[in-house]
């Protein structure tokens, strides 16, 4: 069955460096999506491309959070300087149309 | 704006009991819904969607789930619980055409044998 990957699958990082999550969507998906889950709350949604073009960025910090999809198919988010509140699971997923959405296993970013 | 209820924080039933998770959604048109399941440290696993049809929607690992459009929600149901159904369980709806999700707080499910 086809995956999504991400890595790294865990990262610590001290507060104000930067850190860089790697994602590789399903083969053929255009629609890729990052998402954050802070713990004990259900996953919001960072910025979402379709193929190489950022379609809604709206819940980015785009001051410290930043996202590519070069060749509209694998994908990285940048966070920097990394602060104590981005502390969280970082999902990526992707998916065909509105056929649904396949999460990866995701990254979990704790900031010191 | 759109959003999510999942009233129920945590949720505990016995091995072989059924269960029911509730989930209420806000959104102005017709709705994608959906449920997905997340392990401890774990992505999420997409159980079951509606996105038109029969309001009574089949998922995997023995699940079900009913839209009801006149009570804005969307139930999941299983008729026996196994052990390894503890999880959380997230109901998400889409919006824009089905293109972004808005999910829930998420409910956690404790089995006790």
């Known amino acids: 069955e086809a995956e999504v990957a991400q890595s790294p699958r865990y990262k610590i990082t001290e507060k104000s460096q930067a850190v860089a999550f790697w994602c590789d969507p399903i083969?053929?998906?255009?629609?890729l999506y990052w998402y954050r889950q802070i713990l004990g709350q259900g996953p919001e949604l960072l910025v979402q491309?379709?193929?190489?073009?950022?379609?809604?960025d709206s819940q980015l910090p785009k001051d410290r959070f930043s996202a590519e999809r070069l060749k509209g198919v694998d994908s990285t988010l940048k966070i920097q300087p990394a602060e104590l509140g981005d502390s969280a699971m970082y999902l990526c997923?992707?998916?065909?149309?509105?056929?649904?959405?396949?999460f990866g296993s995701g990254t979990r970013l704790t900031v010191v | 704006a759109q959003s999510v209820t999942q009233p129920d924080i945590h949720i505990t039933v016995s091995e072989g009991a059924s269960l029911e998770l509730r989930c209420n959604y806000s959104?102005?048109?017709?709705?994608?819904l959906f449920w997905y399941v997340q392990s401890p440290g774990q992505g999420l696993q997409l159980l079951l969607k509606?996105?038109?049809?029969?309001?009574l929607v089949q998922g995997i690992k023995g699940f079900e789930a009913e839209f009801k459009r006149s009570q804005s929600s969307f139930n999941l149901r299983k008729p026996s619980v196994h052990w390894s159904d503890a999880a959380e369980y997230f109901c998400?709806?889409?919006?824009?055409?089905?293109?972004?999700?808005?999910f829930g707080a998420g409910t956690i499910l404790r089995v006790k044998s």
């Open positions: 997923a992707s998916s065909l149309e509105s056929s649904g959405y396949t």
């Open positions: 083969s053929g998906h255009a629609t």
């Open positions: 491309f379709q193929d190489e073009s950022v379609v809604d």
């Open positions: 959104y102005g048109a017709t709705p994608y």
């Open positions: 509606y996105f038109s049809g029969d309001t």
């Open positions: 998400a709806v889409g919006v824009a055409g089905g293109n972004k999700l808005v």
